[in-house]
């Protein structure tokens, strides 16, 4: 059984360029959140996939867009990037609505200057 | 607005003394509470869930719904339960969705 996996582990941007953060769910799991870490803080939702459909948005603006594919694995896309995007972002699979318990993968720490 | 509040940022206990880690919570309803575990250099990883009410590495968590906390504890502090913790509790977002809304963690130093 493979572990959620994120790639880039690192990311530096320019302001205003835009990223794309890729993340492979644990097997046999079909939904996938996103969460945006910034310094000190705790994580925050940004939104969840559901069988390739987005199914749950936190408080983030359209600029924050995303994918998930049939095998389940999902992209985040951030566009017109501004320098408080520089965070941790997490992903985080789990069987079902995603009430129960999520794994989370390692991250991507994205640095914007 | 539901949330879940971390009082303290930063925690720090001599090894064998007891640890209670704060976590009160604002819901209207029955809620679900989650406490995950971020050691150094390793993921976010779920420690226990309140309606396991599973003892984890020494651990327990009682939901006290009359004060609306959710604490952390353990009888006796070890150097390996230094960690990041943080109190979550499982938000509808929906179209079935549950989105995990996080408190601000608390840092935990066990002092040898």
């Known amino acids: 059984e493979t572990g959620v996996t994120q790639s880039p582990t690192h990311l530096i941007k320019t302001r205003g360029q835009q990223v794309t953060l890729r993340c492979s769910s644990q097997?046999?799991?079909?939904?996938v959140s996103w969460y945006q870490q910034a310094l000190g803080q705790g994580p925050q939702f940004i939104f969840q996939y559901y069988r390739e459909e987005e199914n749950g948005r936190g408080n983030f603006p359209p600029r924050f867009s995303g994918l998930q594919f049939p095998n389940y694995s999902s992209e985040l896309n951030v566009n017109a990037l501004e320098l408080d995007d520089s965070a941790l972002y997490l992903c985080?699979?789990?069987?079902?609505?995603?009430?129960?318990?999520?794994?989370f993968g390692q991250g991507t720490r994205l640095t914007v200057v | 607005a539901q949330r879940v509040t971390q009082p303290e940022k930063l925690l720090s206990v001599f090894k064998g003394a007891p640890v209670e880690l704060k976590c009160n919570y604002s819901y209207s309803g029955s809620p679900e509470l989650f406490w995950y575990v971020q050691y150094s250099r390793q993921r976010l990883q779920l420690l226990l869930r309140h309606i396991s009410r599973e003892s984890i590495k020494g651990f327990t968590a009682d939901l006290n719904k009359g004060e609306t906390s959710f604490h952390l504890k353990k009888p006796f502090a070890q150097e390996e339960d230094s960690a990041m913790y943080y109190c979550a509790i499982p938000l509808y977002s929906g179209a079935g969705s549950y989105q995990l809304t996080f408190g601000k963690g608390t840092k935990l130093s066990v002092i040898p």
């Open positions: 985080a699979s789990s069987p079902g609505t995603g009430k129960g318990k999520a794994f």
């Open positions: 097997s046999g799991h079909n939904t």
